[in-house]
């Protein structure tokens, strides 16, 4: 428990842990059993891209609402009505798989609805970590939410979720539902009371001078904080065209690995497996990395490797060499994902960081939609390999304009 939750971190981190750990299993799930439910109602392509895409676009509509609420409101409050939320939309979508009412337009709405609660439950759970520890111990504690992410829901969600669906369609959502409400339980054990309520609140429910303010002014003024904070503002801007141009790839990497690798399903399948080992390698070398490299230093080689990347999957032609390949991915996104977050959540103001983490997200699911356009677009254009080259052109030219101001973003602190 000390090697993996150092005592010196608090109970409360423990819980916000114990309680993201078993909500990404219940998620995990869910990863497997969605498409294969979506798939049990329709044999549309349009309508299989559509479940996939709804459960996006809320982070479009929502995401800076979402981060405003998140800085006026209990934070921790938030997250359990949000996630309470999610699991009353899975449990309703169970009785009509139960009773045999399921379709294919409740699926839909149902995924829309989930999506919408999950935009607050998870803008808000990624301010609760800075709220809770202290400065230096975030980037371990963002190593270890990483790792659950990785284990739980892509490595041993998916796979139990797959089971559970050939059991009976319900099941792996009714697992989903119970791991969801065991979540908010574990987020309702971490103390707000007493001279802790300040940790774990928000601390924009109103101006400097006490008032009470509307959440679009909240909103326009966390946008106008994040253009005006140079690091910040580059840190946003470089995830987003990363997004696009690594969107742009993965959306036609099962085209990609079939049509150029010759590859089976089987073989498309040890290429997400291989991500998901090179994610727990980089889990394992992440504290190590960190106290022997500069924060700098460690985006800077992420985002090379990530340029680099796409011109490998370019030039490949060998399905062995594509897994290899995508093991090394793994580690380095998970690397790039920690650094990124501490950097971050070191750079904003606790009274900001709910509307930060909010324009972060919709950089992040604005780039993969866009870059899911693209990548299609190119791809019927010019072949399944065109995206990668894409990429590989798209995420240089990015890298070579901030490389120098990585120093600054990776170094940046807030003035609180």
Known sequence: METIVPARMGRRFRWLLASSWTSNIGDGIAVAAGPLLVASQTHSAFLVAMAALVQKLPWLFFGLWAGALADRLDRRKVVMIADTLRSLVVAALCVTIFTGKVSITVVLVVMLLYGVAEVFADTTTSTLLPMLVPRDDLGTGNQRLQAGFLTCNQLVGPPVGAFLFAVG??????VQVVCVLLSVLLVARIAASGSETELVSGLASGSE???RTHVLRDIGEGLRWVWANAAVRTLALVILAFNIT??????????WSKNRLGMSSVGFGLLTTGSAVGGIIGTLLYGRLELRFSLATLMRACLLLEVLTHAAFALTTAGWLAIAIMVEFGAYAFVWGTVSNTVRQRAVPRRFQGRVSAVYMMSVYAGII???ALGGMIAE???V?????FAFAGAGITLALVWRQLSSIAHAESDD
């Open 169 to 174: 369609a319900a099941w792996p959502f009714v």
């Open 209 to 211: 001078d006490g008032q």
């Open 246 to 255: 690594w969107a742009a790839a993965w959306s036609v990497l099962v085209l």
């Open 370 to 372: 866009a870059g899911q």
């Open 381 to 383: 254009k010019w072949g």
């Open 385 to 389: 390999v065109a995206p990668f080259w």
